[in-house]
């Protein structure tokens, strides 16, 4: 397709000459016929000037085809050389900016055919955003006001697509503007390649500022070309302060030093270079790792502080130091232990540790390549005399099973053949760091101990049938020595409705006072003998401590009034949980002793809660305790401010019982005391539920009123005592020594008994409990019935237990045998 010129100055008017040759011509023919007339000179001089003009007319009309000529040729060489730069765009533009040409360059890049654009405005190469913004009359301002506009930019082809161009326009014409040149070079390759280099060289760049190292580039006139933060930040200067200038210059301290030599070399041998730099600063030991290798460019050097890290290798080697002093000081231990030792590492099962006992116990050389099974496979054996497997040694099973195997016995065969028993103990032993398990074995000689095993086990069959013959005798002492006594205090109560007042009835005071010390001592004593036994089994129940508290105010009251003293029980509606009898005698215990050392003043018993537990506090104002009496008052016998052993004053046994039952019941004593002042005990008791109310009764001794009571006992004195003294309080008495003569006599009287009163323990074997049941299986009823007891074993509080029944326990007042028949009476 011809292309149109590109614009340029017009020619002459061709037109406008051949008018002017035909006017020339005609003016000589006129000229011609008025010289043939004689006389006109003027005329020819007017020919001849006009021949003049027509041969530069002639001339002209030649120099203006050739110049035509010239034209042509020059327009067909510029559009080939037009058409020919294809890598260029190069539009042609009118004054108002509309295509007029276009070459094959824009057709290549742009995409439309010159046909198609000729006439347009340049707008339409233009991405629309630019279009609004003006662009392309800004371009064609500042061309016409400069001659020339040069910029890059997006610019759009025909299917839509953007491409980016470097270009310019040039104005066309001096004095009059005749059109704008625009000339594009699409560089949309090149900017891509320049945004991957950026894109490259700032992850590059990224890179050298995330590492932990400082980093410096330098040329090969080692002036300083990059460096990354850390480096910055190690030199203390700006970056743009360093760049450009000399490495020594940034880093001055280098100069002379290995820093200097390590970077010379890298520049001019240009080998790479790793080193480690020792300096001082600031009084102290300083380390750099220097790694130094040549580029292209010139040389790229990391180095970082290291002196933490030869200090911790510092400390290591001490450390190691240290450690193989320890492990020599250690087996040096290992060696003057009495036992047998051996490690052994769990996934190889070789021995690494032994100490020489253990070679000399087992007589074999023990080396560290042993499996660890080895060692202990010298013909080891049962007690059954059949040998051990491999997997049944405890070192092998504490490093299978990672459980700890202990204290097992073992028949080993030694080197010189002798059989030895060793006690031999495993353990795995746990790494923190999770290293491999280890276990750890220690063993020695048990053959002597077994021997004397063999001698005490026939020492505890002995002292086992001692223990029985103890309890025979505490069985008996039970029963056989409270009897006499038990009858003593009945026929004593009995004695008072038949002495009248004088020197008997002073006799028979001195009596009472007789037999009840004589009580108290007995049953110190026989409840020391069964506590030491392990013959007593608290009955653990939850019950009200006011009623406790009742019962032993009313009980102490008058030997405190006897002595001047006041007794005040604070009252509490705490619920414990506790032996509802065992309990009562600590706290009788406390009152007792309190009374016995107080002369003057109070004894205070007080109950406070505290978390789960009451405080049951037993306080007087007493002679106190000195401080070097304080862990000796739990002794037995042991007393204060009785040297003459006054047996009025009691045998030293009260405390040593509450001691006693405090490790029986759990409950914990304590004691202050300020001597001249007094002392204060406590109980620790725990709480227990509140029990469902009870209708009211009282624990008062109320006459008979002609009710049958029914009494059996063996013992014919303590039978007829209990007779005189219920008989005294106005009841019906049946008395029998067995329970076949009980039944018979019932069976005779034909009544049903209101009380039943029975010992635990009769002849041949037989007990009390027998008897209530019998009696109640005639009668078919459950009576009330009372169980009395020298004995503080467990049998008798089981059977009561079972059967509701109640229990007195021997030797018994009369007053406290009446509270307890009138207990049973009322359901309790």
Same mark, same amino acid.
């Given at each position: 397709?011809?292309?149109?010129?590109?614009?340029?100055?017009?020619?002459?008017?061709?037109?406008?000459?051949?008018?002017?040759?035909?006017?020339?011509?005609?003016?000589?023919?006129?000229?011609?016929?008025?010289?043939? &007339?004689?006389?006109?000179?003027?005329? @020819?001089?007017?020919?001849?000037?006009?021949?003049?003009?027509?041969? $530069?007319?002639?001339?002209?009309?030649?120099?203006?085809?050739?110049?035509?000529?010239?034209?042509?040729?020059?327009?067909?060489?510029?559009?080939?050389?037009?058409?020919?730069?294809? *890598?260029?765009?190069?539009?042609?533009?009118?004054?108002?900016?509309?295509?007029?040409?276009?070459?094959?360059?824009?057709?290549?890049?742009?995409?439309?055919?010159?046909?198609?654009?000729?006439?347009?405005?340049?707008?339409?190469?233009?991405?629309?955003?630019?279009?609004?913004?003006?662009?392309?009359?800004?371009?064609?301002?500042?061309?016409?006001?400069?001659?020339?506009?040069?910029?890059?930019?997006?610019?759009?082809?025909?299917?839509?697509?953007?491409?980016?161009?470097?270009?310019?326009?040039?104005?066309?014409?001096?004095?009059?503007?005749?059109?704008?040149?625009?000339?594009?070079? *699409?560089?949309?390759?090149?900017?891509?390649?320049?945004?991957?280099?950026?894109?490259?060289?700032?992850?590059?760049?990224?890179?050298?500022?995330?590492?932990?190292?400082?980093?410096?580039?330098?040329?090969?006139?080692?002036?300083?070309?990059?460096?990354?933060?850390?480096?910055?930040?190690?030199?203390?200067?700006?970056?743009?302060?360093?760049?450009?200038?000399?490495?020594?210059?940034?880093?001055?301290?280098?100069?002379?030093?290995?820093?200097?030599?390590?970077?010379?070399?890298?520049?001019?041998?240009?080998?790479?270079?790793?080193?480690?730099?020792?300096?001082?600063?600031?009084?102290?030991?300083?380390?750099?790792?220097?790694?130094?290798?040549?580029?292209?460019?010139?040389?790229?050097?990391?180095?970082?502080?290291?002196?933490?890290?030869?200090?911790?290798?510092?400390?290591?080697?001490?450390?190691?130091?240290?450690?193989?002093?320890?492990?020599?000081?250690?087996?040096?231990?290992?060696?003057?232990?009495?036992?047998?030792?051996?490690?052994?590492?769990?996934?190889?099962?070789?021995?690494?540790?032994?100490?020489?006992?253990?070679? @000399?116990?087992?007589?074999?050389?023990?080396?560290?390549?042993?499996?660890?099974? $080895?060692?202990?496979?010298?013909?080891?054996?049962?007690?059954?005399?059949?040998?051990?497997?491999?997997?049944?040694?405890?070192?092998?099973?504490?490093?299978?099973?990672?459980?700890?195997?202990?204290?097992?016995?073992?028949?080993?065969?030694?080197?010189?053949?002798?059989?030895?028993?060793?006690?031999?103990?495993?353990?795995?032993?746990?790494?923190?760091?999770?290293?491999?398990?280890?276990?750890?074995?220690?063993?020695?000689?048990?053959?002597?101990?077994?021997?004397?095993?063999?001698?005490?086990?026939?020492?505890?069959?002995?002292?086992?049938?001692?223990?029985?013959?103890?309890?025979?005798?505490?069985?008996?002492?039970?029963?056989?020595?409270?009897?006499?006594?038990?009858?003593?205090?009945?026929?004593?109560?009995?004695?008072?409705?038949?002495?009248?007042?004088?020197?008997?009835?002073?006799?028979?005071?001195?009596?009472?006072?007789?037999?009840?010390?004589?009580?108290?001592?007995?049953?110190?004593?026989?409840?020391?003998?069964?506590?030491?036994?392990?013959?007593?089994?608290?009955?653990?129940?939850?019950?009200?401590?006011?009623?406790?508290?009742?019962?032993?105010?009313?009980?102490?009251?008058?030997?405190?009034?006897?002595?001047?003293?006041?007794?005040?029980?604070?009252?509490?509606?705490?619920?414990?949980?506790? *032996?509802?009898?065992?309990?009562?005698?600590?706290?009788?215990?406390?009152?007792?002793?309190?009374?016995?050392?107080?002369?003057?003043?109070?004894?205070?018993?007080?109950?406070?809660?505290?978390?789960? /537990?009451?405080?049951?506090?037993?306080?007087?104002?007493?002679?106190?305790?000195?401080?070097?009496?304080?862990?000796?008052?739990?002794?037995?016998?042991?007393?204060?401010?009785?040297?003459?052993?006054?047996?009025?004053?009691?045998?030293?046994?009260?405390?040593?019982?509450?001691?006693?039952?405090?490790?029986?019941?759990?409950?914990?004593?304590?004691?202050?005391?300020?001597?001249?002042?007094?002392?204060?005990?406590?109980?620790?008791?725990?709480?227990?539920?509140?029990?469902?109310?009870?209708?009211?009764?009282?624990?008062?001794?109320?006459?008979?009123?002609?009710?049958?009571?029914?009494?059996?006992?063996?013992?014919?004195?303590?039978?007829?005592?209990?007779?005189?003294?219920?008989?005294?309080?106005?009841?019906?008495?049946?008395?029998?020594?067995?329970?076949?003569?009980?039944?018979?006599?019932?069976?005779?009287?034909?009544? &049903?008994?209101?009380?039943?009163?029975?010992?635990?323990?009769?002849?041949?074997?037989?007990?009390?409990?027998?008897?209530?049941?019998?009696? /109640?299986?005639?009668?078919?009823?459950?009576?009330?019935?009372?169980?009395?007891?020298?004995?503080?074993?467990?049998?008798?509080?089981?059977?009561?237990?079972?059967?509701?029944?109640?229990?007195?326990?021997?030797?018994?007042?009369?007053?406290?045998?009446?509270?307890?028949? $009138?207990?049973?009476?009322?359901?309790?």
């Amino acid at each position: 397709m011809t292309q149109p010129s590109p614009p340029s100055v017009p020619p002459p008017d061709r037109e406008a000459l051949l008018r002017r040759l035909t006017q020339l011509e005609r003016e000589a023919a006129q000229l011609r016929a008025a010289l043939g &007339q004689p006389g006109q000179k003027e005329a @020819r001089e007017a020919l001849a000037e006009s021949r003049a003009d027509n041969r $530069e007319l002639l001339r002209m009309n030649a120099e203006l085809e050739a110049s035509r000529a010239a034209l042509q040729e020059s327009r067909r060489r510029t559009q080939a050389i037009l058409d020919s730069a294809t *890598d260029y765009v190069i539009i042609s533009l009118d004054p108002e900016g509309r295509i007029t040409s276009w070459n094959t360059g824009a057709v290549n890049i742009l995409g439309w055919e010159a046909d198609e654009v000729i006439g347009q405005p340049i707008d339409i190469i233009f991405l629309p955003e630019q279009q609004s913004q003006g662009i392309p009359g800004k371009e064609m301002a500042t061309a016409l006001a400069e001659g020339r506009a040069m910029g890059e930019r997006w610019h759009r082809r025909k299917d839509g697509s953007r491409f980016w161009a470097k270009g310019s326009i040039m104005l066309l014409g001096d004095d009059q503007p005749l059109g704008y040149l625009k000339i594009l070079r *699409d560089r949309t390759q090149e900017r891509e390649a320049e945004e991957g280099l950026r894109t490259a060289t700032q992850r590059t760049a990224d890179i050298l500022e995330s590492l932990s190292e400082a980093f410096i580039a330098i040329d090969r006139d080692y002036r300083v070309t990059y460096r990354n933060r850390k480096a910055e930040r190690s030199s203390g200067r700006s970056r743009d302060l360093a760049l450009g200038s000399l490495l020594w210059q940034a880093r001055p301290a280098a100069i002379g030093t290995p820093i200097e030599e390590a970077c010379r070399r890298v520049i001019e041998k240009r080998v790479a270079v790793e080193q480690e730099y020792r300096f001082l600063r600031d009084g102290h030991d300083m380390w750099l790792e220097i790694r130094a290798f040549p580029t292209p460019e010139g040389a790229a050097i990391f180095y970082r502080d290291i002196t933490a890290r030869k200090r911790a290798d510092e400390e290591r080697e001490q450390l190691r130091a240290t450690l193989d002093a320890e492990r020599r000081l250690l087996q040096a231990i290992l060696d003057q232990m009495p036992s047998g030792l051996s490690v052994a590492e769990g996934q190889t099962g070789r021995l690494f540790i032994h100490n020489e006992q253990a070679v @000399r116990l087992l007589g074999h050389p023990l080396l560290e390549s042993t499996d660890a099974q $080895e060692h202990t496979r010298y013909g080891a054996l049962h007690p059954d005399g059949t040998p051990y497997r491999a997997e049944e040694y405890p070192i092998a099973r504490a490093l299978l099973t990672g459980e700890v195997v202990d204290q097992e016995e073992m028949i080993y065969r030694r080197g010189d053949g002798r059989l030895t028993t060793f006690a031999v103990s495993a353990a795995p032993v746990q790494w923190i760091d999770g290293g491999a398990p280890l276990a750890v074995s220690t063993f020695h000689d048990i053959s002597a101990r077994k021997a004397m095993q063999v001698a005490l086990q026939e020492a505890k069959e002995q002292a086992e049938q001692a223990n029985l013959a103890k309890s025979t005798f505490l069985a008996a002492a039970s029963h056989d020595l409270r009897q006499p006594l038990q009858s003593l205090l009945l026929f004593a109560a009995a004695l008072n409705n038949h002495i009248g007042e004088g020197e008997g009835r002073e006799v028979l005071a001195h009596l009472e006072r007789g037999l009840d010390v004589m009580k108290a001592l007995l049953d110190s004593l026989l409840d020391i003998s069964h506590l030491d036994a392990g013959t007593v089994e608290p009955k653990i129940e939850d019950f009200a401590v006011a009623s406790l508290m009742e019962q032993i105010q009313a009980e102490y009251t008058p030997a405190a009034t006897a002595k001047g003293l006041r007794l005040s029980v604070v009252p509490s509606p705490a619920t414990v949980r506790s *032996d509802r009898t065992l309990l009562g005698r600590m706290i009788r215990n406390l009152v007792e002793n309190a009374l016995r050392y107080t002369a003057a003043g109070e004894v205070r018993l007080e109950c406070r809660p505290a978390a789960d /537990r009451l405080h049951i506090e037993v306080r007087d104002t007493g002679i106190g305790i000195p401080p070097e009496h304080l862990n000796r008052i739990w002794d037995e016998f042991h007393q204060i401010g009785n040297p003459e052993r006054d047996r009025n004053q009691g045998l030293g046994l009260g405390l040593a019982i509450v001691r006693r039952l405090s490790a029986l019941l759990d409950h914990p004593v304590r004691v202050r005391s300020m001597p001249g002042k007094g002392s204060a005990f406590n109980i620790d008791v725990p709480l227990g539920r509140a029990p469902s109310k009870q209708p009211p009764g009282t624990d008062d001794m109320k006459p008979g009123n002609g009710r049958f009571a029914v009494l059996v006992d063996d013992d014919a004195i303590v039978l007829f005592g209990l007779q005189a003294v219920l008989q005294q309080w106005g009841y019906e008495v049946l008395i029998a020594g067995s329970t076949e003569q009980v039944l018979e006599r019932l069976g005779n009287a034909g009544r &049903q008994p209101d009380i039943i009163v029975a010992d635990y323990r009769l002849r041949e074997g037989r007990f009390g409990t027998e008897a209530i049941l019998r009696i /109640r299986e005639a009668f078919g009823a459950e009576i009330p019935a009372l169980l009395l007891t020298g004995e503080m074993g467990p049998e008798c509080q089981r059977d009561a237990a079972l059967y509701n029944l109640g229990i007195a326990h021997k030797p018994v007042t009369s007053r406290q045998l009446g509270a307890a028949i $009138e207990k049973r009476l009322a359901g309790k």
